[in-house]
């Protein structure tokens, strides 16, 4: 019922007015149906005005982020099914659960808000309900496991493309961040449910800070949101089925072609590229030249005479 009240919404999103018997034509539903659906619509939140004897028109666009919402601007085979929440601990712990029962490839779980959002290192995500972006998509790629880590690099590298064509230059620190400006926009947690040496599925969480305009003053150093940097409010909805869609086409890519053409697009995108970084890890820090990444993902780093695969670090850029 969802997905059709969600294209009930998408013919709505011209701001036409739409009559009954058309909408029910283009559906090959009832008219007493879309009534139905329409009223449920209302009681969601949706500003749809009845018009007597002309029919129906959506008079606002809302930055809703609910499954009706999402259906309605839907693109591709990612998102078909559409789990969305209000609230939850987090969209990782739940598409876990859905990915054991069987859940296909694509399935995705959205939530206006997350308790407990994980990032790099178990370092909580802050998100504010009805600003951001929080989401994880089961995936169930047929490669070995020692293969897992490229699909995190491969996000970064559909995500920053995706940004880049709306006119919004993100790039990528390594391994699993988005910047704009030099400040963190959204971040990639990708998890592994296996089976001998096969990865059964893969839950590739992701959140982005989109509409916030306040950013707690611990963060103000290292994080930022795509309406203070662009000033402009985004449609959460369509900004995710663009993010999907381009996920879905990198996903693709990276099982068709390999690697290869995926480095060459994160490169592309890749911040700090021949630039001097120190590296964090376990305690220690080291101090190189970034040259890239390697055909296995690992941060290239120049040290003196010598070029070193590094495999888990982190650039350290801001002072926390």
Known sequence: MASTRGKVLSLLQDGAVWSGQELARQLNISRTAIWKHIETLKQDGYAIETIPRKGYQL?????????????????????????AYDQVDTTQRIAHELA?????EGTIVISEEQTAGRGQLGRQWYNPSRVNIAASVILRPDLPIRDASKLTLMAASAFARSLNREGIAATIKWPNDLLLNGKKIGGILTEMQTEGDRI????????????????????????TSLKRETGIVHRRSELLARLLEDLEKEYDLFLEAGFSPVREHWLHNAAFIDEMITLTTGGRTKTGVMRGISSEGALLLETGAEIEPIYSAEIAVWND
């Open 59 to 83: 008079l606002e666009q809302n930055d809703r982020f609910d499954e009706t919402a999402f259906v309605s601007v839907r693109r591709g085979r990612f998102g078909q099914h559409v789990h």
């Open 100 to 104: 054991q029962r069987g859940a296909a």
């Open 200 to 223: 059964q599925a893969v839950i590739l969480g992701f959140g982005f800070n989109v509409n916030g305009e306040t950013i707690p003053e611990e963060l103000l150093h290292r994080a």
